[in-house]
């Protein structure tokens, strides 16, 4: 049984970074074909897909906030962890992880309860 | 601006069949890149519905069909269902910028 979890602040201020903890279980980061993604949502708005990395160490960004993504992985852990420079009230929304799979593309099909964070002052 | 275009909102009766169209491009549906689509609840995170243009996870009503033709792909919901009310988005991938996952806008399903 697949599980993810997201954990990090729920406030942070305008320019500091954000670091969020992708913990999951039920399946390896060394296998191939396998990733974790991160995807956000604001308040009553559309999903945004922001960072992924594969079992391989191959990673991708969204090319509009490439510069201030990072995302890495903590495979003995079972974690995934994303950080985001700069935030800004924009950046207000719900964070998801999810679990990837590489097929003629990618897709996800297990989610995180995800986690609101909120930018302000 | 979302990369893959589709309706804001679709609305249909109970028992009635509707559908969700996705647009995309030559550097990803029609690329040949899989469409895959989500279902989110009010309230819930996402949950795959379709992945790999037409299939169905375990679990998923077969009222659920997915299709693709060129850089389109369609969402088909038969025998509509008061539960069906939810957001539907379509995802994909694109090969332009080192390649990156495309997602469609959404589209709200508003059962009458």
């Keep these: 049984q697949i599980t993810l979890k997201e954990s990090g602040p729920t406030l942070v201020k305008p320019t500091q970074t954000l670091t969020l903890t992708c913990t999951f279980s ?15 949502q604001p308040p009553g708005k559309a999903l945004e897909w922001l960072a992924l990395i594969y ?28 950080t985001m420079t700069n935030m800004d009230p924009v950046d207000t929304a719900t964070y998801y992880c999810a679990h990837a799979v590489a097929a003629a593309g990618v897709y996800f099909d297990y989610w995180g309860q995800g986690t609101l964070v909120t930018v302000s002052s | 601006q979302s990369v893959l275009t589709q309706p804001p909102s679709v ?10 169209s996705c647009t ?5 549906i029609g690329a040949g890149y899989n469409v895959h689509w989500y ?31 060129g850089p389109s792909a369609s969402l ?21 910028l080192s390649g990156h996952v495309v997602f469609g806008g959404g589209t709200k399903l508003t059962v009458l």
């Design chain 1, 26 to 40: 039920g399946f390896s980061l060394s296998t191939s074909g396998v990733g974790v993604g991160w995807i956000r």
């Design chain 2, 24 to 28: 995309g491009s030559s550097s990803n």
């Design chain 2, 39 to 69: 279902q989110q609840l009010p309230g819930t995170a996402p949950k795959l519905l379709i992945y790999g243009n037409s299939i169905r996870p375990s679990g998923v009503p077969d009222r659920f069909s997915g299709s693709k033709s």
């Design chain 2, 11 to 20: 609305s249909g009766a109970p028992g009635q069949r509707v559908t969700i």
């Design chain 1, 55 to 82: 079992w391989n160490d191959d990673n991708r960004y969204s090319p509009s906030l490439n510069s201030r993504l990072t995302i890495t992985k903590a495979t003995s852990k079972n974690q995934v962890i994303l």
């Design chain 2, 76 to 96: 088909a919901i038969t025998g509509l269902q008061a539960e069906d009310e939810a957001d539907y988005y379509c995802q994909s991938y694109d090969s332009s």
